[in-house]
């Protein structure tokens, strides 16, 4: 049914005319109610048929009077506060309507004004009235919610009838046997040899109704029964009521009513199903006597029972953003598709996200989704923040709502640490025989903050000349950006060259001068060599040469021999060392070391003369464990840590010849004394004896 409004004035009046007053006397006012007129979905006709129950209560006492159409609308109240209520009714005396109760004060000597708003339930398309042209052969009729009942007098029948009704909506139309009329129906129908006819009735507003004219006439044969529903579902537990049609309509019959299985379907003698457990029973009813049926199939099955349930649209337990580098850009977000698949709405569902770190890395679009609908669907979206530190980020994302309803997927999303990227890479000098950490870094700039430092500090720069060595950028942020390596070119100067021993005489002749041998130098370098007869303030302007003999038939007494590291790829020449003046006179002997065998030899200078008497004494520092053995020329001089040797052209010592002029050799041999015996260890001494 549908409602509609009414709005009902109610009027307190003092002092209105006497033939209205129940009471006049002081203390006493009339309350009066101004009928409705009506409203635009249903017909004046039909208002102008409402009756209107007005029921006070107060302290007073309690008053109820029905005002009926052309009634009197007064109602005479003792003052004082009243609650009035007023219920509408149709013509067949059924309440289709009640207001909100509303308390009215009741005060001698004024006016009050109240206004209700009554809801009706209606129709647009009720029938309320229905009268025939002709009711000679009409017992009765009866207008029920959906059909209209014509009793004929028994004994008699009729084939036509000619009719007017009226009904509470406005613009009415019709459509009977496949006809529309708009301007009202027929004035005559005829009927069917079941005595029934079905018509429609349409409103302006849209509604319709379907009504069924039966002509209900006892004395007519018995033609057969029906049933208003042939198969019809049922949950255990429900009834319903099955409405059975004899032909012809109102006849004067028994009716019995059975079930094909009780344990399913139970039937009254009414027709009012019972359902009883899930299967499938035959209801039918047969009319006593005669033998006519009618059956119904009734299915029974349980209850569905109210399910709450959501699925989401996320693929698996857990989606994955994938990787990104620090510093991205946004991410598309996750589109989460929320579907009830329940049989209930859902209610509202709330959105949360939780990580165990407590990182908000994640934001939803949404933390509250509205009911969804048995069937429909929502949806909210889930994606990273920006501006993520290098890590991995994991959250649970959870839908719940009452009833039960809870899902939940997992998202993760990596962010990796960044490539830095390096402008210009630095470049670098050094000096030959340093380190890479000894070296000078210039320039090299980055976007990031960060360092240059060397892949191999520790490593040697490499020769002189343009080397390539590998560097490393880290960024000062090393938790958000890796380190980069890359070459870089680094300059490697020459270095200085090493400061030598200063130059001894090993032996002189008239035109030569032959220097002592020293020590290696360490890194490849050699010693060059030159003489001069005075000493100079630029070495360059000296005749430098590798071998130590020294050409001097040009110069003249004194000598300056000069020795200095040599210049070559890696150093450039060292600072020359110069040899004390030689004058040239009195040559002096020197023993020249020839093999190291580990002794340590302590060589006194000396001055030999070929004129005789003179001795040079050579010391040897005697190892432990070793006995000291001289030799010349193969023979056994003596045994000792040390020897002298005496030139003497006429009886020289040990009768050996080492005082003729020209090269000898003098061999110490070190012999072990342990056991077994260690190989001997051997050194030989050149010396040579010149003519003064």
């Not at 409602?3 to 209105?16: D, E, S």
């Not at 009720?126 to 959906?146: L, R």
């Not at 005082?659 to 190989?679: D, I, Q, Y």
Request: hydrophobic residues 40%.
């Amino acid at each position: 049914m549908k409602k509609i409004k009414l709005i009902i004035i109610i009027l307190v009046v003092t002092g209105l005319f006497s033939s209205c007053m129940m009471n006049d006397r002081d203390g006493y006012g009339t309350l009066v109610i101004n009928l409705p007129a009506g409203r635009s979905a249903i017909s004046n006709e039909f208002i102008s048929t409402l009756s209107y129950r007005v029921d006070c209560i107060g302290t007073p006492g309690e008053v109820s009077k029905t005002l009926r159409p052309n009634e009197s609308t007064a109602i005479s109240l003792a003052a004082g506060e009243w609650i009035v209520t007023i219920t509408v009714l149709n013509a067949a005396d059924h309440e289709i309507g009640k207001s909100d109760s509303k308390t009215v004060n009741i005060v001698g000597g004024s006016t009050t004004r109240e206004t209700f708003d009554i809801s009706i339930d209606t129709f647009h398309c009720d029938i309320f009235e229905f009268n025939v042209t002709d009711p000679d052969n009409i017992e009765t009729i009866k207008i029920n919610e959906d059909s209209i009942e014509i009793f004929v007098i028994d004994g008699t029948t009729i084939t036509t009838i000619e009719f007017s009704l009226k009904h509470t909506g406005k613009g009415i139309s019709y459509s009977y046997d496949g006809s529309d009329f708009i301007n009202g129906l027929p004035d005559t129908w005829n009927f069917s040899d079941n005595n029934s006819l079905v018509f429609k009735v349409t409103a302006e507003d849209g509604s319709e109704k379907i009504y069924t004219v039966y002509i209900i006439n006892p004395g007519l044969p018995i033609t057969g029964i029906s049933l208003d529903k042939n198969e019809l579902e049922l949950f255990v537990g429900d009834t319903a009521a099955l409405v059975a049609t004899v032909i012809p309509v109102g006849a004067d019959v028994n009716l019995t009513w059975t079930t094909s299985d009780v344990t399913v379907a139970e039937v009254d003698t009414d027709g009012i199903v019972t359902a009883i457990s899930p299967g499938e029973a035959t209801i039918t009813v047969t009319i006593e006597g005669y033998g006519y049926t009618a059956e119904c199939i009734v299915t029974v099955t349980y209850a569905p029972q109210d399910i709450f349930a959501i699925l989401l649209s996320v693929q698996g337990t857990t989606h994955s953003f994938g990787t990104a580098q620090f510093g991205y850009s946004p991410l598309n977000p996750l589109n989460v598709t929320v579907i009830n698949t329940g049989n209930q709405p859902t209610g509202d569902l709330s959105v949360t996200i939780s990580s165990a770190a407590g990182i908000s890395a994640f934001t939803l679009s949404t933390v509250l989704i509205d009911s969804i609908a048995v069937g429909a669907n929502a949806n909210f979206t889930v994606v990273p923040v920006i501006g993520l530190a290098s890590g991995t980020y994991t959250a649970i994302v959870t839908i719940t709502g009452g009833n039960g309803i809870s899902a939940q997927f997992n998202v993760s999303f990596t962010v990796n640490k960044a490539t830095p990227n390096v402008t210009s890479w630095p470049t670098a000098s050094a000096v030959f025989g340093q380190t890479l950490s000894q070296a000078i870094i210039t320039g090299g700039s980055s976007p990031v903050e960060g360092t240059f430092t060397w892949a191999t500090p520790d490593a040697p720069v490499g020769n002189a000349g343009t080397q390539s060595h590998s560097m490393t950028f880290t960024p000062l942020d090393i938790g958000n950006y890796n380190a980069i390596s890359g070459n870089i070119n680094i300059t490697v100067t020459k270095a200085n060259g090493i400061n030598v021993e200063k130059p001894v005489l090993a032996s002189f002749t008239g035109t030569t001068i032959t220097v002592k041998i020293m020590d290696p130098l360490p890194n490849g370098q050699t010693v060059e060599y030159a003489v001069c007869s005075q000493p100079v303030s630029n070495a360059d302007d000296l005749d430098w040469q590798d071998e130590r003999e020294l050409d001097i038939s040009q110069l003249d007494a004194p000598y300056y021999i000069y020795a200095r590291s040599k210049e070559n790829a890696n150093y450039f020449a060292g600072t020359p060392n110069v040899s004390s003046p030689i004058s040239g006179q009195g040559i002096s002997l020197t023993i020249q070391e020839i093999k190291d065998a580990g002794l340590t030899l302590d060589v006194s200078p000396l001055i030999l003369s070929r004129q005789g008497g003179n001795k040079a004494t050579i010391t040897v520092t005697n190892p432990a464990g070793y006995t000291i053995e001289w030799y010349y020329s193969g023979n056994l001089l003596e045994t000792g840590a040390s020897i002298t040797l005496t030139v003497d052209h006429t009886a020289p010592e040990y009768n050996v010849a080492y005082n003729l002029p020209g090269k000898h050799f003098l061999t110490v041999r070190a012999v072990s004394s342990s056991e077994p015996p260690e190989p001997p260890s051997v050194t030989r001494i050149e010396f040579e004896v010149i003519e003064e």
